[in-house]
C-alpha cells in the first residue's frame, strides 16, 4: 500500500521518538557480544570536527544572511506598494486640480463675457432697487465660491506636494533596502560557496563521516531534551489553523532548500513556516527573526502542533512543530525539507500565530 505524506509523517515522527527513546539516558539494554573480527571504532576525527564546526558556523552566517535578506525584501515590497498608492493618489490629485482650473478659467470668461466688470462693481452700479437684496446675495455666493475655488486649487497643490514627497522619501528607502538586499545576498552566496568547497575538498569516507558526526550530535541533545521529561508534560491540541498549517509543512516534505524561497517548489525556514501559516487563514511575518518578535511567546510545556520553535539566540532558524518531540524544518542548503526532533537544536523558545 502506497504512503501518503501524513502516513511518512507518522513513521518519521515515531523514528524520531524511538530513536531518542532508545539513547535516552537511564534505560538498559542487553550489549551484544562482541565480534572477534570486527575493528574498533575509531573515535571521531578531531579535524573532522573542526570542519564541522567550520561547516557549522558557515551556514548559521548564511541563515543570519538569509533573515536579512528576506527583512529587506519585505520592507521593499512594503514601500513599491507604498509608492503604487501615492503614484494613484498623485493621478487623483493632478485630475481634480485641472478640473479645479477648468472651473476658474470658465468664471474668467464669463467675466470676460460681461464685460470684465466684476459680480460686486455690477451690484453697486444697478439702478433696479428691487434688485439688491438679490444683488447683495450673488455677490456673496461669488465671494464664497471664488474663495473656495482658490482654497481647493490651494489645498490640492500642497497635498499633490506632499504626495510628491513622500513618494521621494519611500524611493529612498527602497533604493537602501535593494542596497541591503544585494549586501546580504553577496554575504549570503559566499558562505554558501566557501561551505560547498569545503566539503568537496573532503573524500568520500570523510564527507560520510561527517554526516554521521552531525546525526550524532543531533541525536545527543534531542535525547538530552527529552530525558529532562518535557514530553511528559506537553498535552497541547492543535487549533484548526494549526492542523491546517502542519497540514502544508507536511505536504512539503522532500522539497529542498532555498535560500529567500518561500515555495512553491522550494523554501527556506521561515519561507516554509510562514506560508504554512498563510495556507491556514493566518498570515505572519515573513523571517524568523520577526517571528520571535511579533509573535505570542508560549512556555516550552504548553506548546501545541502548529506552533513555531525559534532556535539559537539569534533567532536565525524556525521550524513548526508536529507532536510527539518533533518538528518539521527546512534546514540549510544542500538539504530538503524533513522531520527532525524539536530538541536537536539550541531552542530559543515557542511562539504561536493563532494565540
Not at 570486527?38 to 579535524?47: G, L, R
Not at 434688485?131 to 446675495?137: I, M, S
Not at 527546512?330 to 524533513?338: C, D, L, Q, V
Request: hydrophobic letters at 40%.
Amino acid at each position: 500500500m502506497g504512503w501518503g505524506k501524513r502516513g511518512i509523517l507518522s513513521a518519521a515522527v515515531t523514528v524520531v521518538c524511538a530513536v531518542t527513546v532508545l539513547g535516552a539516558p537511564g534505560t538498559a539494554f542487553a550489549a551484544p557480544a562482541p565480534t572477534p573480527s570486527a575493528s574498533p571504532t575509531p573515535p571521531p576525527d578531531k579535524d573532522l570536527e573542526k570542519v564541522r564546526e567550520r561547516l557549522d558556523k558557515l551556514y548559521h552566517d548564511a541563515a543570519v544572511a538569509t533573515d536579512a535578506y528576506n527583512a529587506a525584501e519585505e520592507k521593499a515590497k512594503q514601500q513599491s506598494a507604498a509608492i503604487v498608492a501615492l503614484a494613484k493618489k498623485i493621478d487623483e490629485g493632478q485630475q481634480r486640480l485641472a478640473r479645479l482650473r477648468n472651473q476658474a478659467g470658465a468664471a474668467a470668461r464669463e467675466q470676460y463675457r460681461t464685460g470684465g466688470v466684476p459680480p460686486t462693481a455690477q451690484f453697486l452700479l444697478s439702478d433696479d432697487p428691487g434688485q439688491v437684496l438679490d444683488g447683495a446675495g450673488l455677490v456673496l455666493q461669488g465671494q464664497r465660491a471664488t474663495k473656495s475655488l482658490i482654497g481647493e486649487v490651494s489645498g490640492t497643490q500642497k497635498q499633490l506636494q506632499g504626495y510628491a514627497d513622500d513618494a521621494a522619501e519611500q524611493w529612498k528607502k527602497l533604493d537602501a533596502e535593494r542596497k541591503a538586499k544585494a549586501t546580504a545576498k553577496k554575504k549570503i552566496q559566499q558562505q554558501i560557496s566557501a561551505a560547498e568547497k569545503l566539503q568537496s575538498e573532503l573524500e568520500k569516507k570523510d564527507r560520510e563521516r561527517l554526516a554521521e558526526l552531525e546525526q550524532q550530535d543531533a541525536l545527543k541533545a534531542q535525547t538530552k531534551w527529552l530525558g529532562t521529561g518535557i514530553l511528559k508534560k506537553i498535552h497541547g491540541v492543535a487549533s484548526a489553523q494549526g492542523e491546517k498549517a502542519v497540514a502544508f509543512a507536511t505536504a512539503q516534505l522532500g522539497k529542498p532548500y532555498v535560500w529567500g524561497a518561500e515555495g512553491p517548489k522550494a523554501y527556506d525556514c521561515s519561507g516554509l513556516t510562514s506560508q504554512a501559516w498563510a495556507a491556514a487563514g493566518h498570515p505572519i511575518p515573513r523571517t524568523s527573526q520577526e517571528q520571535w518578535k511579533q509573535l505570542k511567546h508560549v512556555d516550552v510545556k504548553d506548546m501545541r502542533p502548529g506552533d513555531l520553535v525559534i532556535y539559537f539566540d539569534d533567532a536565525s532558524h524556525v521550524a513548526i512543530y508536529v507532536g510527539d518531540g518533533a518538528v518539521i524544518q527546512a534546514p540549510r542548503p544542500g538539504r530538503t525539507i524533513t522531520v527532525a526532533g524539536a530538541g536537536s537544536m539550541p531552542i530559543l523558545g515557542i511562539v504561536r500565530p493563532d494565540a
